[in-house]
């Protein structure tokens, strides 16, 4: 029956159109003169929308405004790992990341109030769940008198002002009269039909696996949810710019979503926005931004989002239907990857161990450990190559794997041993400074970087990358204090660590913890290269040093305007309001939680263990391998000094926790081994007595 009605919805709506566009053009005409804005807007939010939904066959109406508008992937991240339509109609009412604070499905039902309506027990947001810039979308239109239209639950909540109230509310778009349109230059619509389905079978619920329904009542419930967003199309006016967002996930696996916006010279354009950095990505308080700012409305600070940006040409649903299934095939690899990762370490300090205390299998252990070394910069490398799945990730993770092995030990640096470290450490910090530089195409949608599905990160630097570039970084640079000690060496310690710390604090990296981490482990190293003492009130003061640097950072950041602020500049803007607690709470929770984490702490554990052990009962350990480095290089003891203080750090400031701490020992360990190896007095062969020795020998 459902069905039948939204069928014959959109027939009527269809029949109305050339009566609806004359009314709506007369109106416009008047609005003008009335001194109103010329903009209007219409965002259609369509919860769990994907690329993949959308076909010529089963969503027209859709598909034909894909065609004629900007597009992008959504990214719809709220609070949790996955966004109910709940969260993410009020995401877009706040202008920030918005949730209500429990497992959540549908917006409440308003209640009608006259040509309005009311949210039920809308108070509890702001005065229970804490969400106290809900209503911001609201109360910023009414205060500009700018006129809007709600269409569904979701969109009454969205235009809400801060006591739940809706001044225009309908429940289908029929009920829209063409007068309205051309006296409001915003509607806003809820299609729950898709979405509805879901959650009518997890008891109203997000469901709690990825897909819920059968492919067939997916396309049932995509044609609903296209005939109720068609019979809206056809009744706006024409100059109105349409929005469609997919502001919702429908399971447990998070999804990049629907974005389109079709508006002058739009079509056929990528669609992001400067809060991602990213021509091709937005996120839901863009659509926030963007309604204001059409509208002609200053958009108020608190708003996180900015205003939505056709970008380059070209733009084609394949190829965003491909970043989603690309974000995916990364997301079902990633756990993996980390437990092949531990179980690798943990493996390799067990053989090592067992063959270097009987000074055994020296060769191919080098030789592993300088691939073990190698694997984390191969999965940013591997974005370099044109993989489309799951077997050519793995394949391309691999073979760049073998490839920096083998160039460690191709030139004549291998003769050094200091040489394969050389090359490891050299390549991983260029490649992730080369990648900051150009855009962070290689951490996006890798195993060691960040999903834009995620929704945690869209550009900078990661955490996890943050501690391979500090790593890579320090022990690059004491290679070259080794080969030019004094203050060469110091001035190249202090130099390069200065360069990478700038690239991760400044707008490229946009990396806060970094900063933080990263000053004391080049202070550390510059001052034991020095012949300096290290105290605790030092390493305290290197610490507090890199919180006013990275403040430093972020005040300029927010210097800037809102829309062009990054999470630095937010942050002092909430330092300000005194928001700033709830953010490192959060934060702080996030970096205990990884403590217990199955596939990081191993690596620590056992590369911990195994480096104290190797120091303290050197011979027994490990042949002696870890002074015959240290007696090789002073300068690397040092660097590795350095490497652990900034890790250690790292792991306590950032949300990441023990995946800093874990990563960074996962690259310096085994290559301080590999070094070692190649230090130890290579043992005399026995010399074969000549003939006139024999001679002797048998005289005798």
Same mark, same amino acid.
């Not at 919805?9 to 009314?23: F, I, R, S, T």
């Not at 700018?146 to 006591?163: F, K, V």
């Given at each position: 029956?459902?069905r039948?009605?939204?069928?014959?919805?959109?027939?009527?709506?269809?029949?109305?159109?050339?009566?609806?566009?004359?009314?709506?053009?007369?109106?416009r005409?008047?609005?003008?003169?009335?001194? &109103?804005?010329?903009?209007?807007?219409?965002?259609?939010?369509?919860?769990?929308?994907?690329?993949?939904?959308?076909?010529?066959?089963?969503?027209?109406?859709?598909?034909?405004l894909?065609?004629?508008?900007?597009?992008?992937?959504?990214?719809v991240?709220? %609070?949790?790992?996955?966004t109910?339509?709940?969260?993410?109609?009020?995401t877009?009412?706040?202008?920030?990341?918005?949730?209500?604070?429990?497992?959540?499905g549908?917006?409440?039902?308003?209640?009608?109030?006259?040509?309005?309506?009311?949210?039920?027990?809308?108070? $509890?947001?702001?005065?229970?769940?804490?969400?106290?810039?809900a209503?911001?979308?609201?109360?910023?239109?009414?205060?500009?008198?700018?006129?809007?239209?709600?269409?569904?639950?979701?969109?009454?909540?969205?235009?809400?002002?801060?006591?739940?109230?809706?001044?225009?509310?309908?429940d289908?778009?029929?009920?829209?009269?063409?007068?309205? #349109?051309?006296?409001?230059?915003?509607?806003?619509?809820?299609?729950?039909? !898709?979405?509805?389905?879901?959650?009518?079978?997890?008891?109203?619920?997000?469901?709690?696996?990825?897909?819920?329904?059968?492919?067939?009542?997916?396309?049932?419930? !995509?044609?609903?949810?296209?005939?109720k967003?068609?019979?809206?199309?056809?009744?706006?006016? *024409?100059?109105?710019?349409?929005?469609?967002?997919?502001?919702?996930?429908?399971?447990?696996?998070?999804?990049?979503?629907?974005?389109?916006m079709?508006?002058?010279?739009?079509?056929?354009?990528?669609?992001g926005?400067?809060?991602?950095?990213?021509?091709?990505?937005?996120?839901?308080?863009?659509?926030?931004?963007?309604? +204001?700012? &059409?509208?002609?409305?200053?958009?108020?600070?608190? %708003?996180?989002? =900015? *205003?939505?940006?056709?970008?380059?040409?070209?733009?084609?649903?394949?190829?965003?239907?491909?970043?989603?299934?690309?974000?995916?095939?990364?997301?079902?690899?990633?756990?993996g990857y980390? /437990?092949?990762?531990?179980?690798?370490?943990?493996?390799?300090?067990?053989?090592?161990? +067992?063959?270097?205390?009987?000074?055994?299998?020296?060769?191919?252990?080098? %030789?592993?450990?300088?691939? #073990?070394?190698?694997?984390?910069?191969?999965? $940013?490398?591997?974005n370099?190559? *044109?993989?489309?799945?799951?077997?050519?990730?793995?394949?391309?993770?691999?073979?760049?794997?073998?490839?920096? =092995?083998?160039?460690?030990?191709?030139?004549?640096?291998?003769?050094? *041993?200091?040489?394969?470290?050389?090359?490891?450490?050299?390549? =991983?910090?260029?490649?992730?400074?080369?990648? #900051?530089?150009? @855009?962070?195409?290689?951490?996006?949608?890798?195993?060691?970087?960040?999903?834009?599905?995620?929704?945690?990160?869209? $550009?900078?630097?990661?955490n996890?990358?943050?501690?391979?570039?500090?790593?890579?970084?320090?022990?690059?640079?004491?290679?070259?204090?080794?080969?030019?000690?004094?203050?060469?060496g110091?001035?190249?310690?202090?130099?390069?660590?200065?360069?990478?710390?700038?690239l991760?604090?400044?707008?490229?990296?946009?990396?806060?913890?970094?900063?933080?981490?990263?000053?004391?482990?080049?202070a550390?190293?510059? !001052?034991?290269?020095?012949?300096?003492?290290?105290?605790?009130?030092?390493?305290?003061?290197?610490?507090?040093?890199?919180?006013?640097?990275?403040?430093?950072?972020?005040?300029l950041? $927010?210097?800037?305007?809102?829309?062009?602020?990054?999470?630095? @500049?937010?942050?002092?803007?909430?330092?300000?309001?005194?928001?700033?607690?709830?953010?490192?709470?959060?934060?702080?929770?996030?970096?205990?939680? /990884?403590?217990?984490?199955?596939?990081?702490?191993?690596?620590?554990?056992?590369?911990?263990?195994?480096?104290?052990?190797?120091?303290?009962?050197?011979?027994?350990?490990?042949?002696? %391998?870890?002074?015959?480095?240290?007696?090789?290089?002073?300068?690397?003891?040092?660097?590795?000094?350095?490497?652990?203080?900034?890790?250690?750090?790292?792991? +306590?400031?950032?949300?990441?926790?023990?995946?800093?701490?874990?990563?960074?020992?996962?690259?310096?360990?085994? #290559?301080?081994?590999? /070094?070692?190896? @190649?230090?130890?007095?290579?043992?005399?062969?026995?010399?074969?007595? @000549?003939?006139?020795?024999?001679?002797?020998?048998?005289?005798?």
């Open positions: 029956m459902r039948v009605l939204v069928v014959l919805a959109v027939v009527v709506a269809h029949a109305l159109v050339g009566l609806a566009a004359p009314a709506a053009a007369s109106g005409a008047s609005v003008r003169d009335a001194a &109103e804005p010329a903009g209007r807007v219409a965002l259609i939010g369509v919860p769990g929308l994907h690329w993949d939904d959308l076909t010529p066959g089963d969503t027209p109406n859709l598909w034909e894909a065609g004629q508008s900007a597009i992008g992937s959504l990214s991240r709220t %609070v949790g790992s996955v109910c339509p709940y969260d993410g109609w009020l877009v009412s706040a202008g920030t990341r918005s949730a209500v604070g429990y497992a959540c549908a917006p409440p039902v308003p209640r009608q109030a006259g040509e309005g309506a009311v949210i039920p027990h809308y108070r $509890y947001l702001i005065d229970v769940a804490g969400q106290q810039e209503g911001t979308l609201g109360e910023t239109l009414k205060a500009a008198g700018r006129c809007s239209i709600a269409i569904g639950p979701g969109a009454a909540l969205a235009l809400a002002d801060r006591q739940g109230a809706v001044a225009r509310y309908h289908s778009p029929l009920r829209v009269r063409s007068t309205d #349109l051309a006296r409001c230059p915003l509607v806003a619509m809820d299609v729950d039909d !898709l979405i509805e389905p879901y959650l009518a079978r997890a008891g109203g619920r997000l469901p709690r696996v990825p897909d819920e329904l059968p492919a067939a009542e997916r396309r049932d419930a !995509l044609r609903l949810a296209d005939a967003a068609g019979a809206l199309l056809s009744v706006l006016p *024409p100059d109105t710019t349409v929005l469609l967002a997919g502001l919702s996930d429908h399971g447990s696996v998070p999804h990049l979503r629907v974005a389109a079709r508006a002058p010279d739009a079509q056929g354009r990528l669609l926005a400067a809060s991602t950095h990213r021509e091709d990505i937005s996120i839901i308080t863009d659509f926030t931004a963007t309604v +204001l700012s &059409e509208l002609g409305v200053p958009v108020p600070a608190t %708003v996180v989002g =900015t *205003p939505l940006k056709a970008g380059s040409a070209g733009a084609s649903i394949a190829e965003l239907r491909r970043d989603d299934a690309t974000a995916q095939a990364i997301r079902s690899v990633k756990g980390f /437990t092949v990762m531990a179980v690798l370490q943990v493996s390799f300090y067990l053989v090592a161990f +067992l063959l270097l205390r009987r000074r055994k299998g020296l060769s191919p252990v080098r %030789v592993a450990a300088v691939a #073990l070394a190698a694997l984390p910069v191969s999965s $940013y490398l591997v370099l190559l *044109p993989w489309s799945g799951l077997p050519q990730l793995v394949g391309g993770v691999l073979a760049w794997t073998a490839a920096v =092995t083998l160039l460690a030990f191709a030139g004549p640096w291998r003769r050094r *041993p200091l040489g394969p470290l050389a090359v490891v450490a050299g390549v =991983t910090a260029l490649t992730l400074a080369g990648d #900051l530089l150009t @855009g962070t195409t290689l951490q996006l949608n890798s195993v060691m970087g960040y999903g834009a599905d995620v929704g945690a990160r869209y $550009y900078g630097l990661g996890i990358p943050f501690a391979l570039l500090a790593t890579g970084t320090l022990l690059a640079a004491t290679v070259i204090a080794h080969r030019w000690p004094g203050r060469v110091v001035g190249a310690i202090v130099a390069l660590g200065a360069f990478a710390m700038v991760g604090g400044s707008g490229l990296g946009s990396d806060f913890g970094g900063v933080i981490a990263f000053v004391p482990g080049i550390v190293t510059a !001052l034991i290269l020095s012949g300096r003492r290290v105290s605790l009130v030092k390493l305290g003061a290197f610490c507090a040093a890199g919180g006013v640097i990275v403040m430093g950072f972020a005040w950041n $927010y210097l800037r305007p809102p829309r062009e602020q990054s999470h630095l @500049g937010r942050f002092v803007g909430q330092v300000l309001t005194g928001e700033a607690f709830d953010v490192i709470w959060r934060k702080l929770h996030a970096m205990l939680a /990884t403590l217990l984490s199955p596939n990081l702490m191993p690596i620590v554990i056992a590369a911990a263990a195994f480096l104290v052990y190797a120091i303290l009962r050197p011979e027994q350990a490990s042949a002696g %391998v870890v002074p015959a480095a240290f007696e090789h290089s002073p300068a690397l003891r040092a660097g590795l000094i350095g490497t652990l203080v900034s890790g250690v750090i790292g792991m +306590l400031v950032n949300d990441s926790g023990a995946a800093v701490l874990s990563m960074a020992l996962a690259l310096a360990v085994p #290559l301080l081994l590999a /070094t070692g190896i @190649g230090a130890l007095p290579r043992p005399r062969r026995a010399s074969v007595p @000549g003939v006139g020795e024999q001679l002797a020998g048998v005289a005798k």
